[in-house]
T-cell receptor, first 113, second 115 residues
Framework: KNQVEQSPQSLIILEGKNCTLQCNYTVSPFSNLRWYKQDTGRGPVSLTIMTFSENTKSNGRYTATLDADTKQSSLHITASQLSDSASYICVVSVHNAGNMLTFGGGTRLMVKP | DSGVTQTPKHLITATGQRVTLRCSPRSGDLSVYWYQQSLDQGLQFLIQYYNGEERAKGNILERFSAQQFPDLHSELNLSSLELGDSALYFC??????????????FGQGTRLTVV
């Protein structure tokens, strides 16, 4: 069964600190992995996309890594800001069935001043 | 603005009633996905349509149904509503089938409250 698991479920950090969110998946065949940011009550917005051959990709203060062998990904947030408070969702695309998306449960991040 | 439009934004209805949620995908996107997000829960995949045909089905209740029309907009019908159906319902659309760069763009959601 295709599954995506994220940890931790929630995280509280102080403004300016770094943090790392984890994503483990069992989706097969793998097409790509995206990290989405979802502000409360709003639709998710894509932060990064990782394909099978990519190990690291950055988008500003966000850096995603992918280990396709262990089927793990991480999202590292540097110098956190209050606006980073949101849910971060790992989404893996299956390479068939119209690139069906499998969502992780998300990590709820709260950045405190 | 993702380009995906959902209406209505808010909906309050009584138990046992039926409602229809509407989604207009981004121009050119053929795939439409529906997701349910209950309070403090993750996104649960309901159903996917591609160019008018059902492509994949998730944990969608029999009381729920969806369709995608020739103009590619989609509707999600929820019937015999229960209190537990209260949630945010998101629609997403994505680029044509296949490709490593497929990204789902999400609408702002419809917040359904069943009282």
């Amino acid at each position: 069964k295709n599954q995506v698991e994220q940890s931790p479920q929630s995280l509280i950090i102080l403004e300016g600190k770094n943090c790392t969110l984890q994503c483990n998946y069992t989706v097969s065949p793998f097409s790509n992995l995206r990290w989405y940011k979802q502000d409360t009550g709003r639709g998710p917005v894509s932060l990064t996309i990782m394909t099978f051959s990519e190990n690291t990709k950055s988008n500003g203060r966000y850096t995603a890594t992918l280990d396709a062998d262990t089927k793990q990904s991480s999202l590292h947030i540097t110098a956190s800001q209050l606006s980073d408070s949101a849910s971060y969702i790992c989404v893996v695309s299956v390479h068939n069935a119209g690139n069906m998306l499998t969502f992780g449960g998300g990590t709820r991040l709260m950045v405190k001043p | 603005d993702s380009g995906v439009t959902q209406t209505p934004k808010h909906l309050i209805t009584a138990t046992g009633q039926r409602v229809t949620l509407r989604c207009s995908p981004r121009s050119g996107d053929l795939s439409v996905y529906w997701y349910q997000q209950s309070l403090d829960q993750g996104l649960q995949f309901l159903i996917q349509y591609y160019n008018g045909e059902e492509r994949a089905k998730g944990n969608i209740l029999e009381r729920f149904s969806a369709q995608q029309f020739p103009d590619l907009h989609s509707e999600l019908n929820l019937s015999s509503l229960e209190l537990g159906d209260s949630a945010l319902y998101f629609c997403a659309s994505s680029a044509p089938l296949g490709g490593l760069g497929t990204e789902a763009f999400f609408g702002q959601g419809t917040r359904l409250t069943v009282v």
